[in-house]
């Protein structure tokens, strides 16, 4: 029997290993790629949730300062004037409501004038 070469040689079995560990390269990429893709996409449903979270949390204070604001810009109840109050006290009610904002110029002159008249 001669005696020859049995295998692929030296050369043949570099080309392979070459071969293989280029495939294991690109698979193992692929499967990093894929596996950032679905960290990224966790990552931003994360801070959608917690956008949508911050976001509810300050239309709630902001509602809060609003129904606040409006209770502070609501007028106080005028008193009720007890029966036989003078002319006097009427008018210095109506500068009362007038200083306090309640009444413009014109709706105290023409309540003053009903009053006067």
Do not use: H, W
């Not at 001669?2 to 499967?31: E, K, Q, Y």
């Not at 409006?70 to 500068?95: C, E, I, N, R, S």
């Amino acid at each position: 029997m001669p005696r020859g070469r049995r295998g692929p040689g030296l050369v043949g079995t570099m080309a392979r290993t070459a071969v293989i560990a280029g495939t294991a390269t690109a698979v193992s990429g692929g499967v990093q790629r894929r596996q950032q893709g679905r960290a990224d996409a966790n990552a931003q449903a994360q801070y959608e949730a917690q956008m949508v979270d911050q976001n509810a949390a300050q239309m709630a204070q902001m509602q809060q300062q609003m129904a606040a604001m409006q209770a502070q810009q609501q007028p106080a109840p005028v008193a009720a004037a007890p029966a036989g109050d003078d002319l006097m006290t009427k008018l210095a009610q109506l500068a009362d409501l007038k200083a306090a904002g309640v009444l413009s110029e014109e709706e105290f002159s023409s309540a003053k004038a009903k009053l006067l008249a």
